[in-house]
Every structure is written in structure tokens, then in C-alpha cells.
């Protein structure tokens, strides 16, 4: 569970094992092999797909939204149709006009915009359209 595979996704849950074969011990090798067969749950993210999410972290370049196995960044750029402020004494980001307020802990919804599995696993996210954004 949570490892992240390049075809699958990241593997959320085991929900089934079906069968444990005969282990083997292989030489030079100090743990033993068993051969199963097993259900899993898993989440692959997608470019366009809608996600909810909770901030989990406020930077001064934007949120970070934990969604399925993965946190994904929404720039300060892509946060809402605003110019906005990063108030680093309460971790907030703040509507200049509007006076929105995204903190820790908030619910939102974000549009996936990028995804990359290659060195490091990164997903980037948008709540820059209708009904994106806190669901507060």
C-alpha cells in the first residue's frame, strides 16, 4: 500500500488475497518468496479529472491538496481569479479583492492540469474555473 506505480497509480488498498503459494528461499537471499494473488485498490490520476481534496500545506507559491495517495501543488498563479497574498503569520492565501481565504485544513476542489511519474511524482492542479476551489 502507497507505492506508487508508473502503470497503476499509486495502490491504495489491499482488498482481497485470493491465494499464498509455497515460499522459497532463494540463496545469498535472507527473505522468504511467496508467490499470491490479490485485489488491490488503486488511483490513477488523469489530466482534466476533478478532485477533492484537504490543504494540507500553505507555501508563499501555493497549496498543497492531499488527494488520493499523492499531494498535488495548485501554484499561487492557479489558486482563484484574484490577485493573491500569502499571509505567512496565520499560513493563509488571501483574495486581494475578493478577500478568500484558502488555510490549512479547508476542503477544496481542483482540476488536475499536470501529472509527472518520471523522477519525482508530482501532480499539478488548477482552481482557477466554476466550482473550483474551498468548498467552505
Given at each position: 500500500?502507497?507505492?506508487?506505480d508508473n502503470l497503476?497509480?499509486?495502490?491504495?488498498?489491499?482488498v482481497?488475497?485470493?491465494?499464498?503459494?509455497?515460499?522459497?528461499?532463494?540463496?545469498?537471499?535472507?527473505?522468504?518468496?511467496?508467490?499470491?494473488?490479490?485485489?488491490?485498490?488503486t488511483?490513477?490520476?488523469?489530466?482534466h479529472?476533478?478532485?477533492?481534496?484537504?490543504?494540507?500545506?500553505?507555501?508563499?507559491?501555493?497549496?498543497?491538496?492531499?488527494v488520493?495517495?499523492?499531494?498535488?501543488?495548485?501554484?499561487?498563479?492557479?489558486?482563484?481569479?484574484?490577485?493573491?497574498?500569502?499571509d505567512e503569520?496565520?499560513?493563509?492565501?488571501?483574495?486581494?479583492?475578493?478577500?478568500?481565504?484558502?488555510?490549512?485544513g479547508?476542503?477544496?476542489?481542483a482540476?488536475?492540469?499536470?501529472?509527472?511519474?518520471k523522477?519525482?511524482?508530482?501532480?499539478?492542479?488548477?482552481m482557477?474555473?466554476?466550482?473550483?476551489?474551498?468548498?467552505?
Amino acid at each position: 500500500e502507497s507505492k506508487i506505480d508508473n502503470l497503476i497509480g499509486v495502490i491504495l488498498a489491499v482488498v482481497e488475497v485470493d491465494s499464498i503459494g509455497e515460499g522459497k528461499i532463494l540463496p545469498g537471499d535472507p527473505s522468504v518468496h511467496y508467490p499470491v494473488k490479490f485485489k488491490i485498490l488503486t488511483w490513477m490520476p488523469k489530466n482534466h479529472e476533478i478532485v477533492e481534496g484537504e490543504i494540507v500545506d500553505i507555501t508563499e507559491f501555493g497549496a498543497f491538496i492531499r488527494v488520493g495517495g499523492f499531494d498535488g501543488l495548485v501554484h499561487i498563479s492557479q489558486v482563484m481569479d484574484d490577485f493573491v497574498n500569502y499571509d505567512e503569520k496565520n499560513s493563509q492565501l488571501v483574495g486581494k479583492q475578493s478577500h478568500r481565504i484558502l488555510k490549512e485544513g479547508d476542503k477544496a476542489r481542483a482540476r488536475v492540469i499536470s501529472i509527472s511519474f518520471k523522477e519525482t511524482n508530482k501532480i499539478g492542479l488548477t482552481m482557477r474555473q466554476p466550482f473550483l476551489g474551498s468548498l467552505k
